[in-house]
């Protein structure tokens, strides 16, 4: 399974799935450790957000950062103990620049999950405004693979409109992801399904970060 499973990016620009492990392994220089020097190089912060977001007395720190194309740009961040490959806990900042609404977003992705239904049984949606940010909000459960490399994940899409002081134009996905692997499937399932309101309601809780692009 891709690195994460569907991105706002791919879901408005190539209608398929995210970065490959390949394209991470291209994409993320940033945060590769140079075995040499034992060092980690920082994380390019293409959208000025923090580099650390806390959740619930977790700490999600900045590390991969990707813009692959003019008008996307991407940064994932994991607790400390979580590896990007296999992590059990993301929270992801999206920005793609132009002409589009966060319902074109929101519809695409629906789409997208409602196509999976043929060959995914957990494939499943909720979707709801936020009256007062008027953020739509997507939650939505999917899995891949077989016995010990089954992935299951759900996720929390905050989608919204985005206007910059320049008067740039586009949309905004904050995220948050979590996910089970192989035998830890049989907790995770129950676990998500009897906390979905607590996990959701804390995370539409946390304030937005702020994007501020670089100006050319």
Not at 137 to 166: C, H, K, P, Q
Request: with cysteine; net charge negative.
């Amino acid at each position: 399974m891709n690195k994460a499973i569907l991105s706002i990016f791919t879901l408005i620009i190539l209608g398929s799935c995210n970065d490959s492990k390949a394209d991470v392994k291209e994409s993320s220089k940033e945060n590769i450790q140079n075995t040499e020097t034992n060092e980690v190089a920082a994380v390019e912060n293409y959208l000025n957000t923090p580099t650390q977001i806390k959740l619930n007395g977790t700490d999600f720190t900045l590390s991969w950062s990707s813009h692959p194309s003019a008008n996307y740009y991407k940064q994932e961040y994991i607790p400390q103990n979580n590896e990007l490959e296999t992590y059990k806990e993301m929270i992801s900042v999206e920005l793609v620049t132009g002409p589009l609404t966060a319902k074109d977003a929101v519809d695409q992705k629906i789409q997208e999950i409602e196509a999976r239904k043929a060959t995914d049984r957990v494939s499943n949606y909720a979707l709801k405004e936020d009256k007062e940010t008027k953020e739509l909000i997507l939650d939505f459960m999917m899995s891949e693979g077989s016995g010990e490399s089954t992935i299951l994940e759900w996720n929390v899409y905050r989608y919204a409109n985005f206007e910059d002081a320049s008067g740039q134009k586009g949309i905004s996905l904050f995220s948050l992801s979590k996910r089970g692997y192989g035998g830890e499937i049989a907790q995770f399932g129950p676990n998500i399904r009897d906390n979905r309101p607590k996990y959701m309601a804390d995370f539409i809780a946390l304030p937005r970060p702020t994007i501020r692009l670089n100006k050319n």
